[in-house]
């Protein structure tokens, strides 16, 4: 390609002035993969606003392609983000993500909280944010830099810590930023470098509820490992008499709260407890174990929380919000309500806590979430702040140390999971070999499947909060039969739904035996590509030996390819699909994408200054192996034959153009005017080869736009997809129709409106059953039958065999992909006394299965700006109480099933008297092992 005389340079891009687009990418890519093989903390990230990263890599894809306007190459000088595909972009753009509280104390602008990496924002190393402000300047600058969570994980600390500081002469606020990988002794000199007073003469203090509750002595422990938050406050403490002793706090309380797991402390002050002078609180607690050192007996460290009064209202104590932790208090409010594990916990758990387990987190995790529950079953009203519960679960789990929103159910997935392995009772987990089934009852092969779990796993969790699948899985080819019985810890219920879509897909027939049709279906709003495929080839009457390719079309080329597992939503109305109908002998082989691009050919040989786009509608079709020019030109002659005009006049029926007098067709066409497909399969070269007037293109190299001609004799080169490019002139368009490829429907015609209907509630036996439903597996995890010795897409069916005492349900509303994300708010219609799943359990123990409801984790809203609140039960107080954060409020048991409901928890009860009828239980009668 020759470069125009603009100022473009095809250099290693250390000039400023503006490159080719495709340079601009492969600097990029560079930088980039550089990048990734050089991880290490310190390194430094910018963060650069998607909105502007994405027209700059729609600008470079466009440029990236074989085909562009080389004119379009003059127009750089736009001054704004364009949102037109290969325009190039203005100055970069990071105004959106910064919030108009402006410069906090002459750091850089403070980002707007509630941003998501990938949807608000990229990160790019340091070499690339150089390289793109070098070309495009614009700003500001955000830099971040990279830091270890754990041994062979980083980082990028995107939101540094936010501390206010109180400053106790005058009660008034700064506020501070550090990272929290900082030290106490960063933080005392940002402070007094901040106030222009000296390091000796001032003590810090976490302060929370305008009280003094821990001394912050100055050491290199981190803020991370002090457990300090997102806008915390802290207190500058300056006494008038100049009298300080900071080491007097900070022995006091190391002395006392040294934990043999980690130099740091244990949990902290009680929060609202009273605080004695010299720093160390009244209401602390210490555990009293050989791997833990402690100056106070076990006893009179637990004394005053295992007897929790009535009147104090334990459990009735709200979790402050820390910034974005809505859907962690949510969850923890469920969970310390639920009585099993209340009582274990205010008991003495330490003898549980395993600090060997590889798999948990020594102990930390346990520990961390005990003294939580036990601050909250002992603090009456009073709002607690899950700060150190929050450090530890950031540290052992860093997709939470952030201050983004989550999922309550991912969290409650890793804390229970976190738990049952700091709490682990099997100390050395012995190495078992899990039988073959061999066609023994199912009593005695689930037995045995779980005493082998069992011997493995053994905690709290799992005695009051695991039950049993049975799995089945059949062979469709040789009918063999695998079960298997596995542990479970919730239920994840889909939510079925009844609402339907309307959507209009172009089949193309790609062996040439008719011309393009759009066909329009009705399925599932909330289905798979499976069911769409499966409409599409009943409306056009597809054979048993043909399948359907699914595709979205863009800017004239294949996007991507639907598979059948991908979700519906992820599909919008205004989309292009289509969908090429190919032999089912053509899968697996190579895939030739035909793309045609208009070319206006000037008397000149050059091609210089002439613009080439891509227009039409792609085709597709599956090819040998061994291919050769000659084949490809045989395969387009086939795909394009329908299209001549001499066949324009043909009358349309299903799709297939009929016989007319003015069709080349021979006689080897049929009755019905369909193609014969012997005659579309012959080697004959004559019968679609011919003097095809095309000008055909191999592209070899997508990113570097190289093409090479095709000739008959040229050789391809096996791969997975070949592209070749298809020129179109004015004589291309006098000998064939090409209104038969453009203009394609959408998925649905915008501005059609259809009369809404109101939404019925489901039931949550629906939702059961639409679980426990025989479903094929999915081609992405097909199953190894060991008797046809390879894998096969197997129908699955799962049974409840073994039902936990406490029965998580998660409701499953939201559904996450590449492209989109969704929430359904259906109504679910829940049981909160006598849910009877009796009928489902298939293990033939005689028992009865009733279950009560006692919490729920609910969700308002939509996806990133949404909120969770909790639903729970006092059981000695036969109440409920909606648990918001802070503020908590009774709620009454009517008002508590609502479209928010994410996170259902039941409690199992049973007859405490042969003469109660089950069904007719009460709270007296709940379980409690």
């Known amino acids: 390609m020759t470069i125009p005389d603009s100022g473009f340079l095809m250099d290693d891009g250390a000039s400023c002035l503006p490159i080719p687009p495709e340079e601009e990418k492969r600097i990029v890519n560079e930088l980039m993969e550089k990048s990734e093989r050089n991880l290490k903390e310190g390194n430094v990230y910018y963060v650069v606003s998607s909105r502007w990263y994405g027209s700059w890599q729609r600008y470079t894809q466009s440029g990236q392609q074989y085909l562009y306007s080389e004119e379009s190459l003059d127009s750089q000088s736009s001054n704004q983000v364009s949102s037109n595909t290969g325009d190039r972009p203005g100055p970069i753009d990071n105004s959106d993500l910064v919030s108009n509280l402006g410069i906090i104390e002459g750091d850089d602008p403070e980002l707007h909280r509630n941003l998501e990496e990938g949807q608000n924002y990229i990160l790019v190393p340091q070499e690339v944010w150089e390289k793109l402000f070098c070309w495009y300047k614009g700003g500001p600058a955000l830099p971040r830099k990279m830091i270890m969570i754990n041994e062979n994980s980083y980082s990028v600390e995107v939101y540094l810590l936010c501390l206010k500081v109180v400053d106790s002469r005058d009660n008034s606020q700064s506020v501070i930023t550090l990272s929290k990988k900082a030290s106490v002794d960063d933080l005392y000199q940002k402070v007094c470098s901040l106030k222009g007073l000296e390091l000796e003469k001032v003590n810090i203090w976490d302060y929370f509820n305008k009280q003094k509750s821990v001394l912050l002595a100055r050491s290199n422990k981190t803020l991370e490992d002090e457990f300090l938050q997102m806008d915390q406050e802290v207190l500058l403490d300056v006494p008038d008499d100049g009298s300080f002793g900071p080491h007097l706090g900070a022995n006091c309380r190391n002395d006392l709260a040294l934990v043999a797991l980690e130099p740091s402390r244990l949990p902290r002050t009680i929060a609202g407890g009273p605080t004695m002078s010299n720093g160390c609180s009244a209401g602390q607690t210490f555990y009293k174990k050989s791997s833990f050192s402690s100056t106070s007996s076990k006893d009179d460290a637990y004394d005053s929380l295992s007897s929790i009064s009535k009147a104090d209202k334990g459990g009735l104590a709200g979790l402050q919000n820390l910034g974005n932790t809505c859907f962690m208090n949510s969850a923890i409010q469920c969970l310390v309500h639920t009585t099993p594990i209340v009582k274990y916990f205010l008991d003495d758990y330490t003898d549980d806590i395993n600090t060997q387990n590889p798999l948990g987190m020594r102990g930390e995790l346990a520990i961390a979430f005990g003294e939580l529950l036990r601050k909250l079953w002992s603090a009456g009203r009073t709002t607690i702040a899950p700060r150190a519960f929050k450090g530890k679960l950031g540290r052992f789990a860093p997709q939470f140390s952030g201050y983004n929103q989550h999922d309550s159910q991912e969290l409650l997935a890793f804390l229970l999971d976190g738990l049952h392995e700091d709490l682990n009772r099997v100390k050395q987990k012995p190495y078992i070999e899990m039988k073959d089934s061999d066609d023994r009852p199912d009593e005695e092969v689930a037995e045995e499947s779980w005493i082998y779990h069992k011997a493995r796993n053994d905690s709290i969790i799992v005695d009051v909060c695991q039950g049993q699948y049975k799995s089945t899985l059949v062979c469709p080819a040789c009918g063999k039969i695998s079960i298997t019985f596995d542990p479970f810890m919730y239920l994840t219920l889909p939510l079925p739904s009844n609402a339907t879509r309307t959507m209009t897909v172009t089949v193309f027939y790609c062996d040439g035996s008719g011309l393009p049709m759009p066909y329009t279906v009705t399925v599932p709003k909330h289905g798979s590509c499976k069911g769409l495929i499966q409409a599409l080839g009943a409306a056009c009457c597809l054979r048993p030996d043909e399948s359907l390719l699914l595709a979205e079309v863009y800017n004239n080329q294949i996007y991507r390819y639907l598979d059948n597992s991908m979700d519906l939503t992820n599909v919008k109305d205004e989309d292009y699909l289509v969908a090429y109908r190919l032999p089912n002998r053509g899968i697996g082989k190579t895939k030739l994408e035909v793309l045609h691009r208009w070319l206006e050919r000037g008397t000149s040989d050059s091609v210089k200054g002439h613009d080439r786009k891509l227009f039409l509608t792609p085709l597709v079709m599956h090819l040998g192996d061994s291919l050769t020019g000659a084949d490809i030109e045989k395969a387009i002659s086939r795909m394009m034959y329908p299209l001549k005009r001499t066949c324009s006049p043909c009358k349309i029926d299903n799709g297939f153009a009929s016989k007319t007098s003015d069709e080349p067709f021979d006689n080897s066409s049929d009755d019905s005017g369909l193609m014969n497909h ?229 409690q199992r009860v049973k007859p405490v008297d042969p003469d109660v009828q089950v069904g007719q239980t009460s709270q007296s009668h709940i379980m409690s092992s």
């Open 678 to 906: 012997e005659m579309l399969e012959t080697d004959d070269e004559d019968s679609f080869t011919g003097e095809l007037a095309f000008h055909l293109s191999l592209v070899e190299d997508t990113r570097a736009s190289v093409t090479k001609p095709i000739q008959k004799d040229t050789i391809i080169k096996p791969a997975l997809t070949v592209k070749v490019l298809l020129d179109w002139a004015e004589k291309e368009h006098q000998l064939y129709d090409s209104s038969y490829l453009k203009d394609l429907p959408e998925v649905h015609k915008s501005g059609f409106t259809v009369k809404k209907t109101k939404q019925e509630a489901i039931s949550l036996f629906s939702c059961l059953d639409a679980f426990l439903k025989e479903e094929p597996l999915g081609p992405d995890d097909m199953w190894y039958c060991p008797g046809c010795k390879e894998h096969k897409q197997a129908s699955k069916k799962l049974d409840l065999w073994k039902l936990p005492d406490i029965l998580v349900v998660h409701l499953k509303r939201f559904s996450y992909s590449r492209f989109l994300k969704n929430k359904l708010d259906t109504f679910v219609n829940f049981p909160i006394q006598n849910l009877d799943l009796t009928k489902y359990v298939k293990a033939s123990d005689g028992q009865k299965y009733m279950y009560e409801l006692y919490a729920i984790s609910n969700h308002y809203g939509g996806l990133g700006g949404g909120h969770y609140t909790a639903y729970a039960k006092l059981v000695d107080e036969n109440r409920w109480y909606h648990f918001d954060d802070s503020h908590v409020s009774p709620v009454s048991e009517t008002d508590i099933r609502t479209t928010a409901a994410y996170l259902l928890f039941y």
